[in-house]
């Protein structure tokens, strides 16, 4: 990306590029423009970071509030300012401020755009991966994170079934997050279980740890053994329900998004409580995690007039969840890993008679800010981040 030409305003500068795209509101013929606010500017100079490590160093607590370029200038294709306070000269690549620009509609088209799915568009294409592509280098690793991101599930195939391979095929992404359920954990049905996953009912699809303040973010289930009848595999895209809900019963919508309810697990040495909407978006209105159990939703404590609507809203979203439009049902054979992001994607299982034959699945959680860390990296090739700001330093 190229700079065109550079302007001034009261508190901040105009960059004009030239990439002959025009973004909506602009009125100078000659192409888009970003606009950097002086502040912003000062406290993001490459000069305000530190050589070796790359964190900022400068406080913005010293910048004037009414700070003001001396000079404004392109130089040798990046933007060069000296500031009129201090006589510091700031240069600016021109490839970062473009990545870093930050009006409306520029901060719009950075953030992600996952695929919502159904069953129908599963039919079409199953995000899989082969365990050998996913061990043997980066950009086999990078294909099935990219999947991850996209679809919020992808299936390992072929992983060797020995226990503990859940871990070892987990740490290719991250550190694995230890529980109250340990680092690793037995989906076994067990003589006196801690958890309904140990026993051989029907789990309607769900996500998992939700009485945790925070939830994990990756969830693997490797199948090791599977020659019982019945039990198999449910996944349900939390978000594109989310959506019907909100375009069939928008006040269903609106009350799961805004009402906190709590989450309660409880055994012999445990007690973890936490209270969030079953809906969560982010600052910018986006999906941000499902918070779904009908085992570990607690006695309601909300408002006595929400009650009722509550759980009509939460009937809606349960009769969606477990719609065939959305429940995508499968069987894990010997050698599978269902990988899924656990703040998006609902799992679940049908019953099954354990006395027809053994069901062994181990899991393990890493956390969402390691996955996505590990992505981040593997997309920009393992180049330090920091080669950049000797770059703009050396222009």
Partial sequence: MQIQQVTTDSDRVQVWWADGERRRGDTAASGRASQFHFLWLRDNCPTARHP???EKVLDPVTIPLEIAPASVEVANGNLRIVWANDGH????????????????????????QSTLWTTQMLANFLPEVSFDSVTADDEGLLTALRLLRQYGFVIVRGVPTEPGMVVKLAEQISYVRETNFGVIFDVVSMPDPNSLAYTAVKLNAHTDLVSREAQPGLQFLHCLVFEAVGGESILVDGFAAAEELKRLHPEDYELLTNTAVRFRYQDKKTDINAKFPIIRLDADGNY??????????????????????????????????????????????PGDCEVFDNRRVLHGRDSFNPQSGPRHLQGCYIDTDDFLSRLRVLERGGRDFRESLSVVRSA
């Fill in 52 to 54: 070796v490590v790359g």
């Fill in 89 to 112: 000269e700031s240069v600016y690549e021109a490839a970062w401020l473009y990545d870093n620009a930050y009006e409306l509609e520029t901060r719009q088209a950075r953030r992600y």
């Fill in 288 to 333: 941000f995690e499902i918070r779904y159990s009908t085992a570990l939703l607690a006695p309601l404590d909300i408002d006595h007039h929400l009650v009722k609507p509550f759980y009509r809203a939460y009937q809606n979203f349960s009769h969606l969840l477990r719609d065939p439009r959305f429940e995508f049902k499968f069987r894990l054979r």
